[in-house]
Nanobody, 122 residues
Protein backbone atom coordinates (compact mmCIF):
# COMPACT_ATOMS: atom_id res chain seq x y z
CA UNK A 1 0.00 0.00 0.00
CA UNK A 2 1.48 3.32 -1.10
CA UNK A 3 1.51 6.09 1.46
CA UNK A 4 3.09 9.53 1.47
CA UNK A 5 3.29 11.65 4.61
CA UNK A 6 4.19 15.32 4.65
CA UNK A 7 5.79 17.24 7.47
CA UNK A 8 7.60 20.50 8.10
CA UNK A 9 4.95 23.12 7.58
CA UNK A 10 4.54 26.06 9.86
CA UNK A 11 4.39 29.81 10.11
CA UNK A 12 7.12 32.11 8.90
CA UNK A 13 7.54 35.77 8.15
CA UNK A 14 7.91 37.07 4.62
CA UNK A 15 11.41 36.51 3.33
CA UNK A 16 11.87 33.44 5.48
CA UNK A 17 12.46 29.81 4.63
CA UNK A 18 10.92 26.44 5.35
CA UNK A 19 11.70 22.88 4.42
CA UNK A 20 8.92 20.40 3.80
CA UNK A 21 9.48 16.65 3.87
CA UNK A 22 7.55 13.87 2.24
CA UNK A 23 8.24 10.30 3.32
CA UNK A 24 7.00 7.49 1.09
CA UNK A 25 6.20 3.92 2.04
CA UNK A 26 5.14 1.07 -0.19
CA UNK A 27 6.76 3.03 -3.00
CA UNK A 28 10.33 3.78 -4.05
CA UNK A 29 10.84 7.44 -4.85
CA UNK A 30 13.37 6.69 -7.60
CA UNK A 31 10.92 4.56 -9.54
CA UNK A 32 8.35 7.25 -10.15
CA UNK A 33 7.60 10.95 -9.94
CA UNK A 34 7.17 12.84 -6.73
CA UNK A 35 5.50 16.21 -6.76
CA UNK A 36 4.28 18.99 -4.53
CA UNK A 37 1.06 20.86 -5.02
CA UNK A 38 -0.55 23.60 -2.96
CA UNK A 39 -4.00 24.94 -2.44
CA UNK A 40 -4.95 28.20 -0.83
CA UNK A 41 -8.46 28.85 0.50
CA UNK A 42 -10.83 29.68 -2.33
CA UNK A 43 -8.24 28.90 -4.99
CA UNK A 44 -7.57 25.97 -7.29
CA UNK A 45 -4.84 23.49 -6.55
CA UNK A 46 -1.53 24.63 -8.01
CA UNK A 47 1.43 22.54 -9.05
CA UNK A 48 4.63 23.55 -7.25
CA UNK A 49 7.41 21.13 -8.15
CA UNK A 50 8.16 17.71 -9.64
CA UNK A 51 11.11 15.37 -9.56
CA UNK A 52 11.20 12.78 -12.31
CA UNK A 53 12.59 9.25 -12.14
CA UNK A 54 15.76 10.51 -13.84
CA UNK A 55 16.18 13.14 -11.12
CA UNK A 56 15.27 16.12 -13.24
CA UNK A 57 13.21 18.73 -11.41
CA UNK A 58 10.64 21.14 -12.80
CA UNK A 59 8.94 24.18 -11.32
CA UNK A 60 6.38 26.73 -12.40
CA UNK A 61 7.55 30.29 -12.82
CA UNK A 62 5.81 31.33 -9.60
CA UNK A 63 8.35 29.42 -7.47
CA UNK A 64 11.33 28.91 -9.80
CA UNK A 65 14.51 30.13 -8.18
CA UNK A 66 12.94 30.12 -4.71
CA UNK A 67 11.91 26.49 -4.24
CA UNK A 68 14.15 23.46 -4.60
CA UNK A 69 12.96 19.86 -4.69
CA UNK A 70 15.42 17.15 -3.79
CA UNK A 71 15.35 13.43 -3.13
CA UNK A 72 17.06 11.24 -0.56
CA UNK A 73 16.94 7.78 -2.06
CA UNK A 74 18.35 6.10 1.02
CA UNK A 75 15.38 7.06 3.18
CA UNK A 76 12.76 7.27 0.45
CA UNK A 77 12.02 10.92 1.16
CA UNK A 78 11.76 14.08 -0.90
CA UNK A 79 12.31 17.58 0.40
CA UNK A 80 10.96 20.91 -0.72
CA UNK A 81 13.23 23.75 0.31
CA UNK A 82 11.36 27.04 0.16
CA UNK A 83 13.06 30.39 0.46
CA UNK A 84 12.15 34.04 -0.03
CA UNK A 85 8.65 33.15 1.02
CA UNK A 86 5.90 35.70 0.59
CA UNK A 87 2.27 35.79 1.74
CA UNK A 88 1.13 34.47 -1.65
CA UNK A 89 2.87 31.19 -0.79
CA UNK A 90 0.44 30.63 2.06
CA UNK A 91 -1.42 27.38 1.37
CA UNK A 92 -1.85 23.76 2.29
CA UNK A 93 0.98 21.89 0.64
CA UNK A 94 0.44 18.34 -0.59
CA UNK A 95 2.93 15.70 -1.64
CA UNK A 96 1.92 13.23 -4.34
CA UNK A 97 3.39 10.16 -6.01
CA UNK A 98 2.98 8.66 -9.45
CA UNK A 99 4.41 5.57 -11.07
CA UNK A 100 6.79 5.99 -13.96
CA UNK A 101 5.95 5.53 -17.60
CA UNK A 102 9.45 6.36 -18.82
CA UNK A 103 12.56 7.83 -17.21
CA UNK A 104 11.13 11.27 -17.89
CA UNK A 105 7.40 10.84 -17.48
CA UNK A 106 4.90 9.40 -15.06
CA UNK A 107 1.27 8.50 -14.93
CA UNK A 108 -1.40 10.12 -12.83
CA UNK A 109 -0.72 11.24 -9.30
CA UNK A 110 -2.88 8.71 -7.51
CA UNK A 111 -1.23 8.84 -4.10
CA UNK A 112 -1.59 11.92 -1.96
CA UNK A 113 -0.69 12.91 1.54
CA UNK A 114 -2.89 14.74 4.01
CA UNK A 115 -1.09 18.01 3.53
CA UNK A 116 0.93 20.37 5.67
CA UNK A 117 0.04 24.01 6.23
CA UNK A 118 2.41 26.81 5.32
CA UNK A 119 1.54 30.31 6.49
CA UNK A 120 3.61 33.34 5.52
CA UNK A 121 2.91 36.61 7.27
CA UNK A 122 3.87 40.04 5.97
Amino acid sequence: QVQVVESGGGSVQAGGSLRLSCAASGYTVTTGCMAWFRQAPGKQREWVATIRPDGITNYPDSVKGRFTLSRDNAINTVYLEMSSLNPEDTAMYYCAAAFRLTSAACGAYNYWGQGTQVTVSS
